[in-house]
């Protein structure tokens, strides 16, 4: 008997105030442990189907439906998701005064997992985590986002992921604005995230870099709000040779 | 006015703060309502006042009736002097052992943790209850370095000078300051203090002398339809160094309440003082409050405050930096709810040369609640090189609340180095979002985020007076009045 998927996204519509359309028909099956890569030209809906799937407020759903494990998370409120295993790294990760990295990630351990938090194993792992991403320690103490550098910002929400450890992991164009070696050490963290957990990715990039250490299940194309073509790893190159323009020919460019 | 009684009735309750001890008439003294010559002579009698203060009084009295009420802030129209006792005490004396003070009162100053943060952490500690301080004690080893706490009438009648026979003169150098820095002819409700205060403390730190622990006062209005006019008088003498803390809450009742304090703060030379108030106030409360601070050469006045409680506050700590080199610093938060019109704000006046001043100020409005910075800088022709920075963050919580920024500046030097930062916004939707794309729930991660935006507050608090305050954070989040 086939596995259950962890993510089914059924004829997704979504529309932002509920009257502009920007997601089309989306149509995505993930399971556990696999790797999904989700390109496309800018404004084609990658991000929205993000905010989406993590429940922002922002868009509405006005068809169709998300279920994660089975269970109909369409209008389920964005803590709810990340509580079921849902997570995202955002583009722009927000900056939160006065609360530090830290004691963030231990309000939100305790959240996700309704358990007290043990402090020296939570401080240990902390303590690795901040390791295995060539972070400074400093970074737990200080307040959350507040100053970090683009390629810092990034790191720390892959530092989130690690702590966090969600089911599926959805990746906001993470290593966009990054140098070679924060590439490397984002991608060994998302390397070691897949390894631990047999957690599921949904990568959103325009790069290859980040998927070097991967390997890719599966690519799809959106262009205009809908996914237009699914197919494997190839599909990476393909497009990377051969650009959007001749998605956009036929699908249409949103303006 | 209606309308005003209707948004006290509908008010929540305060949790911890909110509970009533109800007086019975055995126990306590009750001034009638109202302000008269006899109310104002019987208070007089009561504090077995010498004939000088007895004077003062009735000249405060009379600028009081002469004094126009203030019409520039938030409306006081709810605010009926005929139906407020100025004047209500325990008839019980004020203790220094804590098991002598009577029980009910006890009671309420043990529910606030009062007892347990003098045991742990403080160096003296005041309690006033109403009208009349009902517990006053100082730790020995700091008494022995000739810092003085205690209640201001027993120091004007010449007590403490017989008891301690040190060679100090007390009662003199209390009349010498008092009302000096806030003379009652500052405004109306100066002069009403003067006409009727009683309680508060007097705190003379000796030259030289560091005090490595916080002196605390804490101050209930257990009473309905009273008034509390305490009076505090700090005197830190030069090279000396202390914190005070002082605390004030109050249960709610559905008339209204007046709290018309007056601080009065000496820092001379290379002196310091750090002077932090929590206060929550019920929401039936006018907190008319006067603070003024001078300071000399070289001296550091720093102000910590939260502000929580009230219906309608009238606070603009007031600091003149009248030696040269003298410095402020200024950490302070005001949460406006619903039903509360929170005016705040300070005022500076640079009259040293090379004085400084930094103002940090952060207001929360929430719920319909109106808060209102106004700062006020004065620098006069005397303070070359005066340089002051004031920022104000605002967070509002909602579209229904208010917040508004008044910068007042008045430079008569010129060169002098002033700067104001204001930022006024709503909280903001995507960061509750990537709070709760972590797992954190709504309400929390609007609480995180406010917590967050007062932290730069809780972190100049000793630590149980940070937790306090995050409390009172907590509640007004909770608190959908």
């Not at chain 2, 601080?263 to 106030?281: C, D, G, H, P, Q």
Request: contains cysteine.
């Amino acid at each position: 008997m086939a596995q259950e998927p962890l993510l089914q996204v059924e004829h997704l519509h979504v529309s932002i105030d509920e009257t502009l359309p920007i997601l089309n028909d989306i149509n995505l099956l993930v399971h556990k442990g696999e790797t999904h890569v989700l390109m496309g030209p800018n404004g084609a809906g990658k991000s929205t189907l993000g905010y989406t799937l993590m429940g922002n407020p922002h868009y509405a759903v006005t068809g169709g439906r998300i279920l994660f494990e089975g269970l109909d998370m369409t209008q389920e409120d964005t803590d709810k998701r990340a509580k079921a295993g849902l997570f995202l790294s955002f583009q722009n990760p927000l900056e939160v005064p006065g609360i530090s990295m830290s004691s963030f990630l231990r309000n939100a351990t305790r959240a996700l997992t309704d358990q007290p938090v043990k402090l020296l194993a939570f401080q240990k792992k902390l303590n690795e985590t901040l390791r295995v991403l060539d972070m400074d320690g400093v970074y737990a103490d200080r307040d959350l986002n507040v100053g970090f550098s683009g390629g810092e910002k990034k790191k720390a929400e892959i530092l989130q992921l690690l702590m966090l450890s969600p089911k599926l992991a959805i990746l906001d164009e993470t290593d966009s604005g990054l140098d070679v070696d924060a590439v490397r050490t984002v991608s060994r963290g998302i390397e070691e995230y897949h390894k631990k957990n047999d957690g599921a990715l949904i990568i959103i990039t325009h790069a290859t870099k980040i998927l070097e250490a991967l390997k890719v299940d599966y690519t799809h194309v959106m262009v205009n709000g809908r996914i237009v073509e699914t197919g494997d790893a190839s599909l990476v190159e393909k497009v990377n040779r051969e650009g959007f323009e001749a998605y956009e020919a036929r699908y249409g460019k949103r303006e | 006015m209606s309308d005003e009684k209707e948004a006290l009735r509908r008010q929540d309750s305060q949790s911890m703060y909110d509970f009533k001890n109800e007086e019975s008439d055995a126990d306590f003294f009750r001034e009638k309502e109202g302000l008269t010559k006899e109310i104002v002579l019987r208070v007089s009698a009561e504090k077995r006042d010498p004939a000088w203060m007895r004077e003062f009084r009735l000249k405060c009295l009379k600028i009081y009736e002469e004094t126009p009420m203030v019409d520039w802030g938030p409306d006081i129209a709810g605010l009926d002097m005929d139906r407020i006792s100025s004047y209500v005490r325990h008839k019980e004396d004020m203790k220094n052992n804590w098991d002598d003070v009577p029980e009910d009162i006890k009671n309420t100053f043990e529910r606030l943790g009062i007892p347990q943060a003098e045991r742990e952490s403080l160096a003296g500690v005041g309690a006033q209850f109403d009208s009349e301080l009902v517990y006053h004690n100082v730790r020995r080893e700091v008494a022995e370095k000739g810092v003085i706490y205690t209640d201001l009438e027993s120091v004007i009648r010449g007590e403490l000078d017989a008891e301690r026979a040190d060679g100090m003169d007390y009662a003199g150098m209390v009349k010498e300051h008092f009302m000096k820095l806030v003379p009652p002819t500052d405004h109306k409700f100066a002069a009403l203090h003067g006409a009727v205060w009683s309680g508060g403390s007097f705190v003379y730190v000796p030259k030289g002398v560091y005090v490595d622990i916080p002196l605390q006062s804490y101050f209930r209005l257990n009473a309905a339809g009273a008034g509390q006019f305490e009076h505090t008088l700090i005197i830190v003498d030069e090279g000396a160094d202390v914190h005070f803390i002082e605390g004030c809450s109050a249960p709610k009742y559905n008339v209204a309440n007046l709290h018309a304090g007056c601080v009065e703060l000496y820092v001379r030379k290379k002196a310091r003082l750090r002077y932090s108030t929590i206060e929550n106030w019920s929401k039936n409360m006018y907190n008319l409050n006067t603070k003024r601070a001078i300071v000399e050469e070289d001296g550091v006045m720093e102000w910590v405050s939260g502000s929580f409680g009230s219906h309608i506050s009238y606070l603009y700590p007031m600091t003149i930096l009248k030696g040269d080199r003298a410095q402020m610093e200024f950490t302070g938060i005001t949460f406006s709810g619903n039903g509360q019109n929170l005016d705040t704000g300070l005022k500076i006046v640079h009259q040293g040369k090379e004085t400084t001043a930094v103002v940090n100020s952060k207001s929360i409005s929430k719920g319909g609640g109106i808060g209102t910075f106004r700062s006020a800088v004065v620098v006069q022709k005397s303070a070359k090189k005066a340089k002051a920075s004031i920022s104000c963050d605002s967070l509002m919580l909602d579209s229904i609340s208010r917040t508004d920024t008044i910068p007042a500046m008045d430079v008569r030097s010129d060169d002098a180095d002033i700067g104001h930062e204001a930022k006024i916004g709503r909280i903001s939707d995507e960061a509750i979002f990537y709070l709760m794309s972590r797992g954190i729930k709504e309400d929390d991660a609007k609480a995180m985020i406010v917590s967050g935006f007062a932290d730069p507050v809780s972190k100049e608090l000793p630590l149980e007076y940070a937790a306090e305050m995050n409390n009172l954070i907590k509640l007004e989040m909770e608190w959908n009045g």
